[in-house]
């Protein structure tokens, strides 16, 4: 079975200032996808950022990228220019790409705090 | 943002008592999942659904049951609730198994 590891369980970072998170993940398979999502105190779950594996460029939406490292199965996330509203729990999240309709896999989450 | 409502948003129960938490979404897709948020565990798959009548476990589906009966509804019964299902219960759905997953707004429940 996949597993997916948080290693950071809370970050800080000042507001304004570029911080990562990151994401390590275990699987046999050569074809996955990999995502992160936000969750503010809202508990609403935001997709944040979509990777596919078989993609070697790493994905960017505006603010946010990833470092995706295939060899070393790593998927880290990149804030530049942090703001107060970037405040949430932040979860990477697996699903392979095989036949089936089975869920995600989740880490278990790293708190991101932003100093003002 | 994706048509996904859950119901109810919050409830209080006691042990013993049968519940049914229902996901509706206004998308047509195909796929709907339930999962369940711990602290300390993320969020785990309980079931999920292929398509109306078409269901299946996922990893912590112990004490759960599911049905579908029609593409918009996917409703979770735990029918004896215990205190160890008091946790926050989010749907989610996607057009396509490795299409990215959008998610309902959560339901809480305790089991006293």
């Known amino acids: 079975a996949q597993t997916v590891t948080q290693s950071q369980p809370e970050m800080s970072v000042q507001e304004a200032e570029t911080v990562t998170l990151s994401c390590t993940y275990d699987t046999s398979e050569s074809d996955y996808y990999l995502f992160w999502y936000k969750q503010p105190p809202s508990r609403q779950m935001i997709l944040v950022i979509r990777?596919?594996?078989?993609?070697?460029q790493n994905a960017t939406e505006n603010r946010f990228s990833v470092n995706f490292q295939k060899a070393a199965k790593s998927f880290s996330l990149k804030i530049s220019d942090s703001q107060l509203g970037d405040a949430a729990m932040y979860f990477c999240?697996?699903?392979?790409?095989?036949?089936?309709?089975?869920?995600?896999?989740f880490g278990k989450g790293t708190h991101l705090i932003i100093q003002p | 943002d994706a048509g996904i409502t859950q119901s109810p948003r919050h409830k209080v129960t006691e042990t013993g008592t049968p519940v049914t938490l229902r996901c509706h979404q206004t998308?047509?897709?195909?796929?709907m999942y339930w999962y369940r948020q711990d602290p300390g565990h993320g969020l785990r798959l309980i079931h999920y659904s292929y398509g109306v009548k078409d269901t299946d476990k996922g990893e912590v589906s112990d004490g759960y049951s599911v049905s579908r009966s029609k593409t918009e509804d996917f409703l979770l019964t735990l029918e004896s609730a215990t205190s160890s299902q008091t946790s926050v219960y989010f749907c989610a759905i996607s057009d396509d198994p490795t299409d990215t997953q959008y998610f309902g707004p959560g339901t809480r429940l305790t089991v006293l």
């Open positions: 999240a697996y699903r392979t790409s095989g036949g089936g309709a089975d869920g995600l896999t």
């Open positions: 998308e047509n897709h195909r796929y």
């Open positions: 990777q596919e594996a078989y993609k070697q």
